[in-house]
């Protein structure tokens, strides 16, 4: 059997004592080398997972581990050094002036050697492809440059798992295109997992697994692929299934019949290309 | 209320070193009733033309009519206030700007600064709150208790309870979860249909823009790039490519249709099950174009 490399046991939380539950007995594996999105409906408790991993908040009832490591006040900083997090807005993230320094923040923090760290900057820098870019300032880049760099600032630090938290959501469209090739890029060929949470549905047809929350609970375990048939299911729960799939639904409405529910437009029209080879 | 841009440019911090022309020589018009989608890269400048809208920022050099009122650098504009009145704004993440103690309190916010009396006030939020699909009794909570989605509702619910009769609307869905989107964007359209407001809709969504709006334009790097009916705009593949930005899914699928079977299929608005229809045939029919 596979060792899971995240752990939530029966985790119960709540912002406070008269507060509703956010989560109630969320529990879930996540493994070493898998990217897994965690999607849900506005406060179905997404980003409190999140936030429970690392250690910015802790559970009421439940545990949670994180490299076999049990996440508590004793263990954050041990916990952290594993789990890098990505936020939303790319602007809130920067501290250094040129994309160097801030790459070189949290590894400055860490007490890093200084020919260690120019490494890392480097490697880092490249796996994003943001290594023309030392001397920049980081607000004069695009949305989607900025995420990179906080992505670079991120893998320097040597995480063993990367959250990425609604990280693709201000961004323009190239911009969300830069982000998904370059986290694509990095998991296969970094040894990390990769937490997604996230509201684009083209976005979560990437993952290997998707956990789906509704109401703090855990909704489904599954592929992209067996998610997006429930289409109905879904979208009682807030959530929408994306336009290849619906295109897909419409089709098999009219009667086609197709070996693997398309995901992409390339399964798709590889599914149309065997129907009109056979009639 | 018909709006007009005429040879627009807008610096910030003029003659310090931080200079920064955001939009430059734009002309545009939008006719009263029409909704329009503004679309650009980040930093093309479409936060900046929005605030022209309701005179957060005068023009540098230019001429920006909205109806009956006129923004240049020459002259403040003495009506401001009516301006703000007339035009609602929808900023990005609007639901920040929450503050009330109670949500019926935060509607009526806007509508008291400007004078409304109190029953007219009660009639207005009444009529906001079910706009936005919210129900009554939320009213009297307060508007940090509510979720996301329903604060964001909240925050609309603010500016319509104005009676606008132009809506801005910056990036109104982002953030938001799937249903929440489709949810607030058929909102907006029929809001937009039932008060014949014109509505200008600043958007990342391509699918978006084309789904709603009759008109499109395209920034780039504080120019006007482009400008047309939504269908005829957004096949321009290499023109959009060019600009960071993309043909919407629908229309990307199609041309690989093209590429793949060789037989075009254009968008004209059709739904997905008509599409559907098309593709089946092409499919059944395509022995004779090979």
Request: aromatic share 8%.
């Amino acid at each position: 059997m596979r060792e899971s490399f995240i752990e939530f046991r029966n985790v119960s939380f709540r912002y406070g004592e008269e507060q509703p539950w956010v989560l109630k007995d969320v529990s879930f594996v996540i493994y070493p080398d898998e990217w897994v999105a965690i999607i849900g409906h506005n406060g179905s408790g997404k980003s409190t997972i999140a936030k429970l991993i690392n250690g910015l908040l802790f559970p009421q009832e439940g545990e949670i581990f994180v490299d076999g490591v049990h996440v508590n006040q004793d263990s954050i900083w041990d916990v952290r050094k594993n789990v890098g997090m990505v936020f939303q807005n790319p602007d809130n993230q920067f501290v250094g002036t040129t994309v160097r320094d801030d790459v070189a923040f949290g590894l400055e923090n860490r007490g890093i050697p200084r020919q260690e760290m120019i490494d890392r900057i480097n490697t880092s820098l490249t796996a994003v492809a943001m290594n023309d870019y030392f001397l920049h300032e980081p607000h004069r880049l695009s949305g989607g440059q900025k995420q990179r760099v906080a992505i670079a600032s991120i893998l320097a630090i040597s995480p063993k798992v990367v959250i990425l938290d609604e990280a693709t959501a201000m961004l323009d469209p190239k911009g969300k295109l830069e982000i998904m090739r370059t986290i694509t890029e990095v998991q296969d060929k970094l040894d990390l997992a990769l937490v997604t949470i996230t509201h684009d549905l083209n976005e979560i047809t990437l993952a290997d697994r998707v956990i789906v929350m509704n109401e703090g609970q855990v909704w489904l375990e599954a592929t992209p692929r067996e998610v997006f048939t429930k289409k109905e299911e879904l979208r009682r729960i807030g959530l929408d299934t994306p336009f290849i799939s619906k295109l897909a639904d419409e089709l098999i409405s009219i009667g086609l019949v197709f070996n693997n529910h398309p995901l992409s437009h390339e399964e798709l029209l590889e599914e149309l290309w065997t129907y009109h080879s056979k009639m | 209320m018909d709006i007009s841009f005429k040879n627009v440019s807008y610096t910030y911090q003029p003659n310090t070193p931080f200079e920064h022309r955001a939009i430059h020589g734009l002309s545009f018009k939008i006719s009263s009733g029409s909704f329009v989608a503004i679309v650009g890269h980040t930093g093309s400048g479409k936060s900046t033309l929005i605030q022209h809208l309701n005179g957060l920022l005068r023009p540098t050099i230019g001429q920006v009519t909205i109806g009956g009122f006129q923004l240049s650098s020459e002259k403040k504009l003495k009506q401001m206030k009516e301006l703000r009145r007339r035009v609602g704004v929808v900023f990005q993440y609007p639901e920040h700007q929450l503050f009330e103690e109670t949500v019926a309190k935060d509607i009526a916010f806007g509508p008291s600064n400007f004078g409304v009396d109190s029953e007219e006030i009660s009639r207005r939020t009444l009529e906001a709150i079910k706009a936005v699909g919210l129900p009554e009794p939320l009213l009297e909570r307060s508007p940090f208790d509510l979720s996301g989605g329903q604060m964001r509702r909240v925050a609309i619910a603010g500016v319509l309870a104005m009676n606008p009769e132009v809506l801005v609307l910056d990036e109104p869905t982002a953030g938001l979860d799937p249903r929440g989107q489709t949810e607030v964007m058929d909102m907006f359209y029929q809001l937009h249909q039932q008060k014949q407001l014109t509505t200008i809709l600043v958007t990342h969504s391509m699918e978006d823009a084309l789904h709603y709006a009759d008109h499109v334009i395209i920034l780039d790097h504080g120019t006007k790039y482009m400008e047309g009916k939504p269908e005829e705009v957004f096949v321009k593949k290499k023109e959009l490519n060019k600009v960071q930005l993309d043909v919407p899914e629908v229309i990307q699928f199609l041309f690989k249709v093209e590429k793949k079977f060789g037989v075009r299929l254009t968008y004209h608005g059709q739904g997905l099950n008509e599409i559907a229809n098309e593709l089946h045939s092409i499919i059944k029919g395509a022995d004779s174009i090979e």
